[in-house]
Each structure stands twice: as structure tokens, then as C-alpha cells.
């Protein structure tokens, strides 16, 4: 694969969207593949119990595995937590077990319960500019749960980029309203730094108007924040984490894969913050 240009800073983007099932994790580990496969250092952040990008990247989070549990209610350094993705070089994980659907509650008394992660993220050696040199960090993805809850709202909180998934089917825009109060309210009191960078339409099916028709929706709605591929509604993407694989390695030459390559390649092109 043709490297592309690192980014002057490490850039930390949240994949959120608080309805299930849109593509929140399929694009957080294909992209966070892609992004390793063009050159860039990648941590994908598992911030959501049910684990499912650490099945994706065949990381062990089995109960009592270091993890963001550990992260989160401890205040574990990133560096005892992580763990290097087998399958993917240049790529490492902070994987979720299901001690995390726990943490919610714990942190509520905890001082500061929304700036954990943050806290984490930007204690760590590898995350920052050029200061950090050539072992840093590119990009830090986090993969939200469902839900605007406290874990969201660390991701939230720690980001300078929040990536929405948006599954290309009726009712596709339902519910982003509250999803954009949750941003502007962060933005004025918690981080102001975070913005909406990239809007990606996920399981597109391109032999249906409906499909068509949503894309368009989205496009006049957020412009030019939507990356212009779209990923294809496709077999291979959902099976690959069945083998414990993300479709960049489990299917390469796949639409899917292809798909997933090229908005990998889309994101490192675009202009990063100033
Ligand atoms: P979320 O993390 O937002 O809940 P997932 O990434 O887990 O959503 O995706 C929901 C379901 O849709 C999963 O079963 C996943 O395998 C499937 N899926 C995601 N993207 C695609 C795609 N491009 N083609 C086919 N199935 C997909
Ligand atoms: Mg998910």
C-alpha cells in the first residue's frame, strides 16, 4: 500500500452516534486497518462493554484483562492497558470487557468523572506533535457505545474530531438532532476544541433508491464534513469478525475493504486541525 503523509499532531476522532447498529465499530476497526496499512501508527480505544472491536482485532479482553475499565475508573496509564494488534502491524488496542457496563455507575462520585479518558490520552508519551518524535500515536480512534452516557462523554471530551457513522436507511437522520445538541453542549462547557470533522454513510446499497436518496439527505445536511466514498453494504465486512478479523485483512480486494481503504486515505488528506 502507497504510505500516505503522518499528520503534524496525533489526531484523536471519536466514532459516535447513539443508535445501535449504524457501523460505529465496522468503521472504527476497518478504518483504524486502513489508516495502519497507508503508514500512519494507530490506538483504537474500546470504549464500549459489549467488546466488540476487541473481538474484531482478536484482542483478549476476557473479565479482568487490562482495559479501559482500568483506564477509566483507576486511572491506569494508557501504557498498561494497551495491547499490540496481532493482525494488523502498526496498529495496538485498549480492549473493553464487560466490566466496563459497571463503570458508569462507579464513576459518579469520582471528581472529574468526564475528563478520565481525556486525562489518560493526554498523559500518554506517544500522543501529541513533533515534540513526541517518531514513535507517536497518528491516530487514536474511540468506539462508542450506544448511548450519550458517561463513557460517551469521555470519548467526547478527549477528541478533537468526532467521526459519525451514518447507515445509508430510512430513518437515517432520526435522532442525529440530539447527537448534535450532546456536541455543541461539550463545546461550550467541557472541549472546545472538538468539531464534527467526518460524516461517513456506511452499508450503502447501491441498487436502491432509498439508499440514494438518504445519501443525498446527508450531503445537504452536513456538506462537505460527508467523505465521498461510502461503504457498500457488503457479506465480507460482517463475517470478518466471526474470524477475528477486520475485512482488510480477512477479504483485501473486497468492495468493503476497498471501501474502507480509500476513506482511510480520504481522512489522512483532509485538513487537520489548525
Ligand atoms: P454499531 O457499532 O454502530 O452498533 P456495528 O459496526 O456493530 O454497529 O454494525 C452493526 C451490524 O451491521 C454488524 O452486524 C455489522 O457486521 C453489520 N455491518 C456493518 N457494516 C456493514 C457493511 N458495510 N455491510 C454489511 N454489514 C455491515
Ligand atoms: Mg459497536
Known amino acids: 500500500r502507497m504510505a500516505m503523509p503522518r499528520p503534524a499532531r496525533t489526531r484523536v476522532m471519536v466514532v459516535a452516534n447513539q443508535k445501535g447498529g449504524v457501523g460505529k465499530t465496522t468503521s472504527t476497526v476497518n478504518l483504524g486497518a486502513a489508516l495502519a496499512q497507508l503508514g500512519q501508527r494507530v490506538l483504537i480505544i474500546d470504549l464500549d462493554p459489549q467488546g466488540n472491536a476487541s473481538t474484531a482485532l482478536n484482542i483478549e479482553h476476557r473479565r479482568g484483562t487490562p482495559s479501559t475499565y482500568d483506564l477509566l475508573v483507576d486511572g491506569a496509564p494508557l501504557a498498561d492497558v494497551l495491547q499490540p494488534c496481532p493482525e494488523v502491524e502498526g496498529l495496538d488496542v485498549v480492549p473493553a470487557t464487560i466490566d466496563l457496563a459497571g463503570a458508569e455507575i462507579e464513576l459518579v462520585s469520582v ?29 487514536v480512534l474511540v468506539d462508542c457505545p450506544p448511548s450519550l452516557g458517561l463513557l460517551t462523554l469521555n470519548a467526547l471530551v478527549a477528541a478533537h474530531e468526532m467521526l459519525i457513522p451514518i447507515q445509508a436507511e430510512y430513518y437515517a437522520l432520526e435522532g442525529l438532532g440530539q447527537l448534535l445538541e450532546t456536541v455543541e453542549m461539550v463545546k461550550k462547557h467541557l472541549n472546545p476544541e472538538l468539531r464534527i470533522s467526518t460524516i461517513l454513510v456506511t452499508m450503502y446499497d447501491g441498487r436502491t433508491r432509498l439508499a440514494a436518496g438518504v445519501a443525498e439527505e446527508v450531503r445537504s445536511h452536513f456538506g462537505e464534513q460527508v467523505l465521498k466514498t461510502m461503504i457498500p453494504r457488503s457479506v465480507r465486512v460482517s463475517e470478518a469478525p466471526s474470524y477475528a478479523q477486520t ?28
Open 247 to 274: 475485512v482488510m485483512t480477512y477479504d483485501p480486494g473486497s468492495p468493503g475493504a476497498m471501501a474502507y481503504l480509500e476513506a482511510a486515505r480520504e481522512i489522512t488528506q483532509r485538513a487537520v486541525r489548525s
Open 111 to 139: 471528581v472529574a468523572r468526564e475528563n478520565r479518558l481525556n486525562k489518560a490520552i493526554s498523559a500518554h508519551p506517544g500522543v501529541g506533535g513533533p515534540e513526541v518524535g517518531e514513535d507517536r500515536y497518528d491516530y
